[in-house]
């Protein structure tokens, strides 16, 4: 089959087990804790979304590669290429990753003015894939910048609060810490190549080359530390050294 050959090939497989097995340990964590926090719950199953979207997205390739033998509704479709469904979940990334620690501020104020920047962003986003991006076609590198700043300022204004308290001697054992440490990584190094995301297409196979790889090592690492950090925020409560992520 042409598809098992081009994941042999591009081996895109292997981002693809990453997922899964974050998206595994963070059901396992769910499962093992007691009294999770909803943003943490929520996040365990946008892990499980990003893994059925990964899946969904091997179908248009197949449909490419079969010459729209099969699957040809994809065939001058503007659902052939998978950049529509990830601008919409670089909206929900966005969302789901701030309000963790939007969530955990124990600043009022400032927890406030962060919520109505989280509720104007998608609107704004919306408004910016009809108008100035590209919505079917390229990553809109507005929605990527803005929303890369918000999970920037989000997870700052979190840490900024946990050096000021006792919560810095077991940041290392919550989940929180993994996520953001991933996700600030993940975003130094894919959004410069989302940006220009337009050049992504046959003509340019060194531009697809270089994305293929960045993202391939990329994804390792993040859900890599996701895992782990599941791991790790289950055993430090287990033996009761950690605040972690329970419903205060």
Known sequence: MKLIEFLLETKLYIG?????????????????????????????????????????????????????????????SPFRRNVWWANILKIITTLCVSWIYIKALRNHELRRNLIYILL??????????????????????????????????????????????????????????????????WSLCMVPLDIYSSFFSLKNPLYIELHTLIHRYASIFLYSLFSLGFYMDYRMNRNGKGQSVKNS
Do not use: H
Not at 155 to 162: K, L, Q
């Open 16 to 76: 693809t087990i990453f997922e899964i097995i974050a998206a595994l340990f963070g059901l396992w964590f769910l499962r093992k804790s007691e009294s999770t926090a909803l943003e943490i719950k929520l996040f365990v199953y946008y892990l499980v979304l990003i893994v059925f979207l990964e899946i969904y997205a091997y179908l248009p390739i197949w449909a490419y590669l079969e010459e729209y033998e099969i699957l040809g509704f994809y065939k001058d």
């Open 120 to 185: 104007v962003y998608p609107v704004l986003s919306i408004i910016s894939f009809f108008t100035i991006g590209e919505f079917f076609n390229a990553y809109d590198p507005y929605v990527n910048i803005i929303g890369t700043f918000i999970i920037l300022i989000s997870v700052g204004s979190f840490y900024v609060e946990i050096l000021r308290s006792d919560r810095i001697l077991t940041f290392y054992g919550d989940i929180r810490f993994y996520i953001s440490f991933g996700m600030i990584l």
